[in-house]
């Protein structure tokens, strides 16, 4: 069992001096486990949950974050010209390292996951692990039931690259469809629906494993995540 100091879980996670952190506990600003606890230097075990503020975390030295990524904004860390996910982090949860989980074009909204845990973002990603990623597309025209079976079979792209069986479900409007990959590849549904010659007009992505999209964050919001929603993002 890992053990750390309540003073470093509430820097670390929260992007706040150790200083402010132990004055904040001092204050009883801080519950572990539903509980004040005023003593900054109280050993706290691995996945405890830690509330500062509003906002809870646990024992890792890690940070996940949920941003509800808005259009006209690039998933990288930084950009010379360009506006990125990391501009849109505020400075009291900013961590060294952070970057985003994966890849939402520029002209994608919704879900993303910012770490700086490389190894959790692996398992988000690689085909290997099977992370479902949903996704609501609208359409410049109607989904076919051929483009369902194709989707299912798997598609190949344009350039011969074969995708992996993915889901696409119809909705009650005929030009917007739900759609569920367990891989990224660049620009995957718009390439998938290309070989149907169907244009994506609107994307988003709606969940990532079993973790959805805080209904409450507005575009270009974001937020730490629970222990329980980054246990979530990694269900099957
Ligand atoms: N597929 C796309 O084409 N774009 C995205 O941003 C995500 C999946």
Do not use: W
Request: proline share 3%; charged share 30%.
């Amino acid at each position: 069992m890992n053990f750390e100091r309540l003073d470093k879980i509430v820097s670390n996670n929260f992007g706040v001096t150790r200083k402010i952190a132990r004055n904040d506990i001092k204050q009883g600003k801080v519950s572990v486990d539903g509980r004040v606890v005023t003593d900054f230097s109280a050993k706290i075990a691995e996945n405890i949950p830690v509330n500062y503020n509003g906002q809870e975390c646990g024992n890792t030295k890690f940070t996940y974050i949920m941003m509800n990524k808005p259009k006209g904004v690039l998933t990288a860390t930084r950009d010379d010209s360009r506006e990125t996910v990391l501009d849109l982090v505020p400075e009291d949860i900013k961590r060294k390292g952070l970057f985003p989980v994966g890849r939402l074009d520029k002209d994608t909204t919704g879900l993303l996951i910012i770490t700086n845990d490389g190894d959790f973002a692996h398992r988000i990603v690689s085909p290997r692990h099977h992370v479902a990623k949903v996704y609501t597309v609208t359409l410049d025209g109607t989904v076919t039931d051929d483009a369902v079976k194709g989707f299912l079979e798997g598609v190949t792209l344009a350039d011969g690259e074969l995708c992996a069986p993915a889901i696409l479900e119809k909705t009650d409007k005929e030009n917007v469809a739900r759609v569920t990959l367990r891989e990224g590849k660049y620009h995957q549904i718009k390439r998938m629906f290309g070989v149907f010659s169907l244009g994506v007009n609107d994307l988003t992505r709606n969940s990532i494993g079993d973790l959805v999209l805080d209904p409450t964050l507005r575009e270009g919001e974001c937020r730490v995540m629970t222990q329980e929603e980054i246990k979530k993002a990694e269900e099957k």
